[in-house]
């Protein structure tokens, strides 16, 4: 019997890879999974992206600054203004005021001015000499520098001229170097609440009384006050005070002394530092909103300084009704700490930088000196924020 006219065909089934429900989902998973990664990545990436722009403007900020000041001698050394003096551990920074000051040992005007206070002598020595200390502030108008020291002393000797010398009672000595290059002494005492007496110490001879100075000396509890008015042409490139305490004036001679700095060489007076207002002025208008620039001179000290890295308060509109004002609040409380924490800015109440300061140290200002553009990310001291700062030369010819 013929065989059929077709091959016999024999099938098998191929089983292939087959993908389980378990694995279906576990693969949904990881794919799911892989979106808070990418969206992660995607906010780091983003967030560099906005730090590089915001140090591109910062450093903008900077070149403008710079520019606005290069080759601009005048705006920094004008007559008796030294800030390029020597830079030493004891130099008096000599703030602008707003108004001149009454000399009367009163403190209500200091007050009303933008002065830091510095303190010398706190915290130093035995619990006796503790208890005397100083706290002074200074600062210029016009054709005067004024200065106020608040002085602690539990037992305040006063000088009877007629019987007893300038180093048996409390004292002040103040001592300059002019314009002139002159080194100059004065010693400062009182009887009592009132006019104090002036007397000029030169280096050979007898104390000749001086009325260059005004001075008021006032008693108060714990101590004393004592105010001053020097003439700005009286102060040159050195300025140094030092307050002189006695409580045996038996002894006839002072039996210790605090002050901003050695007075009784011109070695050991500190450089004046005078803010420029032209320079603070441009500096003033130069400033943007949550941002501060300072500007140096070649021994890091602070020439100007304005602005500030925290916001301005929110202005309250007093024509706002009851429930504009119940939303501002709402917002407030719930909807702004949620933009800061998505935006990672960082609160009003992060510590940096004092106002008073008045030298600065850093990697950008290193550069800067050095004639490049340098940038810096810092924390602040309490780690509550990051500061990104840029620091650009101002140039003098090629200096």
Known sequence: MA????????????????????????????ILLLIPLL????????????????????????????????????????GEVYPFALAQGNDLRIDNLAAPIVVDGLTEDWARQAVTPHSVGAGAGNPESRAFSARYRIGRHGNAIYALFEVSDARVVLRDPDRDALQAADHLEVAVVTPDDEFLRFAIDARGTGKASVTLLPADGEPIADTRIQAVFRLVPGGYLMELR????????????????????????????????????????????????????????????????????????????????????AQIDPDQGPIARFWEAAADVLVRPILRLAMSE???????????????????????????????????????????SAAQPVWLEDK
């Not at 098998?12 to 389980?20: K, L, Q, S």
């Not at 008073?356 to 940038?375: F, S, V």
């Open 39 to 78: 969206g992660f990545l995607y906010v780091r990436e983003l967030e560099h992206l906005l730090l590089k722009v915001q140090e591109q403007g910062v450093v903008a900020t900077a070149r403008a600054m710079g520019t606005a000041l290069n080759d601009r001698p005048s705006l920094f050394l004008s």
């Open 230 to 313: 020097l003439p700005r042409s009286l102060v040159g490139p050195r300025l140094g005070f030092t307050v002189a305490d006695v409580d045996d004036p038996a002894a006839g001679s002072s039996a210790r002394s605090i002050g901003t700095s050695d007075t009784s060489s011109k070695q050991g007076l500190g450089a004046v530092i005078v803010p420029s207002p032209e320079v603070s002025e441009l500096v003033r208008r130069l400033g943007r909103a949550r941002s501060r620039i300072w500007v140096l001179d070649v021994n890091r000290r602070v020439i100007a300084q304005a602005g500030s890295l925290r916001a301005p308060p």
């Open 3 to 30: 065989s059929p006219d077709f091959p016999a065909k024999v099938g098998r089934r191929n089983p292939g890879f087959r993908f389980g429900l378990r694995l279906k989902l576990f693969l949904a998973a990881s």
């Open 346 to 388: 960082p609160n009003e109440d992060f510590q940096d930088i004092a106002p008073g300061t008045y030298r600065l140290e850093g990697r950008e200002i290193d550069e800067a000196l050095a004639g490049q553009t340098g940038t810096r990310r810092r924390l602040t001291p309490d780690s509550r924020a990051v500061v990104l």
